[in-house]
């Protein structure tokens, strides 16, 4: 199976500071088509999670752009250039790469 | 507008059973594959089961193997999550979701339902 490491756990940060996300898997998720198999979602208290990267970079319809990914192989960050309120939450990778689909273990943003 | 909509969940004793329904609306429910992942409150998601569009090849994770059954419904555009022999330790909540993967315009686990509890115990 695939293991996605995600780190920090808590991440403290004022409104309208970057938040940075990591996400380590323990095995390369590029496949031969130049993609990277790694989206990222958000999941406010309460609420299914919600699409915000896939293909490790591209951000999904509807997404405000201060969420960016990058990161190729084995190592992938989530930045949000200047968190707002809405965006207290906690954030998970996922590998669609191979079965069994697996998610990191999760990082909570909090104020 | 794109809806997943879960229900049957609820309380069930150790070693019985309970099917979830997940009802599509909103796009062509026949043309996605469709998955399951569940949640113990509090903690993080686990990946169940995948069903592909045409009903075959449904896949299961470690833990619930030879237990659950996923199978669908493309005229009524209903998935279904089919729990034997229950554990404590299935006690999660249940979100049936999207993949896009390989419809044009859409992406993977694009769309989630609000998610169906089902708490085995005694």
């Known amino acids: 199976d695939i293991i996605l490491t995600q780190s920090p756990d808590s991440l403290p940060v004022s409104l309208g500071e970057r938040a940075t996300i990591t996400c380590k898997s323990s095995q390369n998720i590029l496949y031969s088509n130049n993609l990277n198999y790694l989206a990222w979602f958000r999941q406010k208290p309460g609420q299914p999670p919600e699409l915000l990267i896939y293909w490790a970079s591209t951000r999904q319809s509807g997404v405000p752009d201060r969420f960016s990914g990058s990161g190729s192989g084995t190592e992938f960050t989530l930045t949000i250039s200047s968190l707002q309120a809405e965006d207290v939450a906690v954030y998970y990778c996922?590998?669609?790469?191979?079965?069994?689909?697996?998610f990191g273990g999760g990082t909570k943003v909090e104020i | 507008e794109v809806q997943l909509a879960e229900s049957g969940g609820g309380l069930v004793q150790p070693g019985g059973s309970l099917r979830l329904s997940c009802a599509a609306s909103g796009f062509t429910f026949s043309k996605y594959w469709m998955h399951w992942v569940r949640q113990v409150p509090g903690k993080g998601l686990e990946w169940i089961s995948r069903i592909k569009s045409d009903g075959s090849g449904a896949t299961y994770a470690d833990s619930v193997k030879g237990r659950f059954t996923t199978s669908r419904d493309n005229v009524n555009n209903t998935l279904y999550l089919q729990m034997d022999s229950l554990r404590a330790e299935d006690t999660a909540v249940y979100y049936c979701?999207?993949?896009?993967?390989?419809?044009?315009?859409?992406?993977?686990?694009?769309?989630w339902g609000q998610g169906a509890l089902v708490t085995v115990s005694s």
């Open positions: 979701a999207r993949d896009g993967i390989y419809v044009i315009g859409s992406q993977p686990f694009d769309y």
């Open positions: 996922h590998q669609y790469y191979t079965l069994p689909l697996t």
